[in-house]
């Protein structure tokens, strides 16, 4: 098998761009389920009426979650191979999408209010 002499730089290349791909995917799902998770609790433990209820979840929740999935993806991320990478961030941003359209769905049908 012969290999042209500047494929192991694209390959080295394609590998960090496939691990980047995937803990950021993993830092996007992270911040989707901080804030859809982080609101509703906020809302929930926020006892007075005239504060802003939920915001508290929407500050803190997302850049948590966000930092909770990069580390996370990080630390899967070595152990696998690029095309596995590429994969599973694709299904990672995929379930991100998934919980954006649940929270769209419960928010324009009345289940959660904002």
Same mark, same amino acid.
């Given at each position: 098998? @012969?290999?042209?002499?500047? @494929?192991?730089?694209?390959?080295?290349?394609? @590998?960090?761009?496939?691990?980047?791909?995937?803990?950021?995917?993993?830092?996007?799902?992270?911040?989707?389920?901080?804030?859809?998770?982080?609101?509703?609790?906020?809302?929930?433990?926020?006892?007075?009426?005239?504060?802003?209820?939920?915001?508290?979840?929407?500050?803190?929740?997302?850049?948590?979650?966000?930092?909770?999935?990069?580390?996370?993806?990080?630390?899967?991320?070595?152990?696998?191979?690029?095309?596995?990478?590429?994969?599973?961030?694709?299904?990672?941003?995929?379930?991100?999408?998934?919980?954006?359209?649940?929270?769209?769905?419960?928010?324009?049908?009345?289940?959660?209010?904002?």
């Amino acid at each position: 098998m @012969s290999t042209s002499p500047g @494929s192991g730089g694209r390959t080295r290349f394609l @590998s960090i761009l496939s691990g980047l791909f995937f803990i950021l995917a993993c830092g996007v799902l992270g911040g989707v389920l901080g804030i859809s998770l982080g609101v509703p609790i906020d809302k929930m433990l926020t006892t007075h009426p005239h504060a802003l209820a939920g915001l508290g979840g929407l500050l803190f929740g997302t850049p948590l979650g966000f930092l909770i999935g990069l580390v996370t993806g990080a630390a899967i991320v070595k152990r696998m191979p690029p095309p596995r990478r590429v994969r599973l961030g694709g299904t990672v941003l995929l379930a991100a999408i998934v919980f954006v359209a649940i929270d769209a769905l419960a928010i324009s049908t009345g289940l959660v209010e904002w």
